[in-house]
């Protein structure tokens, strides 16, 4: 068997997580693909600024695709035609995985698994309307166990031009329950020839691996992972080096990353704390998961309105816990 090539590393679009700041902090621990969150072909068609700062970027994010979700062909292509005018992304991804009611009540996201004919004409549509720009798309394996149609899904939508296909490996009916399932990731890797990025339960290095030698996919996207531990860039990419395994990350590395990012949080907010903080909140809470004392921790962490707060809960913690780190 032809030795693989190593995966490119995919940080997972993921609403209210994925903004510029923490894309850029994934990209520095080894990311190499980022996407920004989804966003509606109607917000894009609005303009507004909410929609903006979902879909701005940074230079060094490159390259970096912009997702958008809908339902309809028309204002999809003239969604990503939009967007390609206003912030220049490498690519534009095609969101058919999302299984929330809002979004799949009004046809769009992992609705289109339903209704191939659909899916056929959105791809179509966006892939003309974007020229140049290579469009790739994300789907789920199908939209409940007996309607399993991932290849048949893949095999459409790279007839339609799609240069790239992100599968997470569960129904939409699965929400996020139960498991990614790898084997028809790896079928579908067989059935198409553009490059299909696996994605779903990749928490460690280790599995990361064990997954990518038996799919043979192209890439690997971590999403939940990452949000609770961007360090898995670094530690998948060491393992694949096949070097020293990755350091263990200290109680204090952890700290000055979280301060870090906070303080990145607020320069995005023009310096405003308060809304930063209250944005990083659920973020916290995910990079302190599984830390010592992380019940009282957590809940001082709950109402935090302040970076000087931040700092000294910091310090306090890592006092008290140096020995764990
Ligand atoms: C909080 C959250 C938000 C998400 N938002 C998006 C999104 O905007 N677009 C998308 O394609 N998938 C979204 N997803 C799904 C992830 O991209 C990914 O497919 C899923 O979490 C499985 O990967 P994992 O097991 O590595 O987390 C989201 C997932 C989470 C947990």
Known sequence: MAAQNAPLLFLAPMAGVTNTVFRRLCKNLGADVLTTEFVSAEGILHRNERT???????????????QLFGASPERLAEAAKAVIDWVGPDFIDLNFGCPVNKVVSRNGGSSLLKDCPLLKKVAASVVSAAGPVPVTAKIRIGWDSKTINATETARILEGEGIKRLAVHGRTKEQGYTGQADWAVISAVVSAVRIPVIGNGDLDSATIALARWKESGAAGLMIGRAAMNHPWIFREIRMALDGGASAPVVGLREKWDFILHHAELEIAWWNGVEEPAIKSMRSRLMSYTR???????????????DSLARLREIAEEHSSAHNECA
Do not use: C, K
Request: hydrophobic content about 30%; cysteine-free.
């Open 52 to 66: 903006r700062r979902y879909i701005e970027f940074q230079p060094d994010e490159r390259p970096v695709g912009v």
């Open 290 to 304: 599984g830390l010592p004392g992380g019940a009282r921790l957590r809940e001082s962490l709950q109402h935090l």
